[in-house]
């Protein structure tokens, strides 16, 4: 099982960054997919989560209105729109698998915003 992010990378404050998540070896339909950050010094924190099918989607407030997640189940893709980024959005940013049995995790992709 294979969970690769890409996308991260330097950005000013007010740009955007698209982050994108692949998993291979899963059934890629069976699987919440969520994205979680961690800051520095920080604890990592669940940042957005789309249903299986793709069809229910969750927030966390601090990024509400200003990121989007979203899923191709027929690529096994995940992606995370970031828009009006902040320098405290500043973290390693994780792709997620998650099912009933199963909890697979990506390696991170690192996110900063200057300010």
């Known amino acids: 099982v294979q969970v690769v992010e890409s996308g991260g990378g330097l950005v000013q404050s007010g740009g955007s960054l698209r982050l994108s998540c692949a998993a291979s070896?899963?059934?890629?339909?069976?699987?919440?997919m969520n994205w979680y950050r961690q800051g520095p010094g920080k604890e990592r924190e669940l940042v957005a989560s789309?249903?299986?099918?793709?069809?229910?989607?969750y927030y966390a407030d601090f990024v509400k209105g200003r990121f989007t997640i979203s899923r191709d189940n027929a690529k096994n893709t995940v992606a995370l729109q970031m828009n009006s980024l902040k320098p405290e959005d500043t973290a390693v940013y994780y792709c997620?698998?998650?099912?009933?049995?199963?909890?697979?995790w990506g390696q991170g992709t690192q996110v900063t915003v200057s300010s």
């Open positions: 997620n698998a998650r099912s009933l049995q199963y909890n697979f």
């Open positions: 070896g899963v059934t890629f339909s069976n699987y919440d």
């Open positions: 789309i249903s299986s099918a793709g069809g229910s989607t």
